[in-house]
């Protein structure tokens, strides 16, 4: 299995507060993706990195922004959580240089905002 | 935008029996794959398959990239193949935009 964590697993926070989760790879691949999954859609982009302080807007990115200062670390933060970002997240890692586009995923995080 | 579309949604197989997940996109993709999600949430790599055909086991698949569409297949099905599979494919612009499909939920009884 790819070495990728995802802290916290589970979450619970109040409408309003900041919330900061994390992706951490062992796997030193370049490419590193926010994805939320949400019944009745599958799991949609958030936020995606392509290298170290590299990183572009998916399809979901209103009311999230990431940050990734190390080659192993992705940073997702919800500035003000809202109870419509209530979701299981889950972060992927790729790497093209290796000559495929495959993503690998970590566990996921659980985040019920109140 | 792109839309990539699973059918069918759910299927429910008795223990042993064969089926076929089909997977439509509406654009030009650089790469697609296959996961199955299992009932504790886990995302597991089944195929990357851009294009041709791949076997694994008792899965299968097949994607004909000229006509837009991928099949999986699952012979001789098992309980521990309950869960959901996703399909998903990257874009021509840059490949590491990802589309997934809503899924197909299937539960195989005993």
């Known amino acids: 299995d790819a070495g990728i964590t995802q802290s916290p697993r589970h979450k619970v926070t109040e409408t309003g507060t900041p919330v900061t989760l994390r992706c951490h790879q062992t796997?030193?691949?370049?490419?590193m993706y926010w994805y939320r999954q949400d019944p009745g859609h599958g799991l949609r982009l958030i936020h995606y990195s392509y290298g170290v302080k590299d990183t572009d807007k998916g399809e979901v990115s209103d009311g999230y922004s990431v940050s990734r200062s190390k080659t192993e670390d992705f940073l997702l933060t919800l500035e003000s959580a809202t109870s419509s970002q209530t979701s299981v997240y889950f972060c992927?890692?790729?790497?093209?240089?290796?000559?495929?586009?495959?993503?690998?995923f970590g566990p996921g995080t659980r985040l019920t905002v109140t | 935008g792109i839309q990539v579309e699973q059918s069918p949604p759910d299927l429910i197989l008795q223990e042993g029996a064969n089926s076929t997940l089909r997977c439509n996109f509406s654009?030009?993709?650089?790469?697609l794959q296959w996961f199955h999600q299992n009932p504790w949430g886990q995302l597991i790599n089944l195929f990357y398959?851009?294009?041709g055909t791949k076997q694994n086991g008792r899965l299968s698949a097949t994607t004909v990239a000229t006509e837009r569409y991928s099949l999986l297949y699952i012979s001789s099905s098992q309980t521990t193949d309950s869960g959901v599979y996703f399909c998903?494919?990257?874009?021509?612009?840059?490949?590491?935009?990802?589309?997934f499909g809503a899924g197909t939920r299937l539960f195989v009884k005993a």
């Open positions: 398959i851009p294009s």
């Open positions: 998903a494919v990257g874009l021509n612009t840059g490949g590491f935009k990802t589309i």
């Open positions: 992927a890692i790729s790497d093209p240089g290796q000559g495929t586009y495959e993503q690998y």
């Open positions: 796997e030193n691949h370049r490419y």
């Open positions: 654009d030009s993709v650089n790469n």
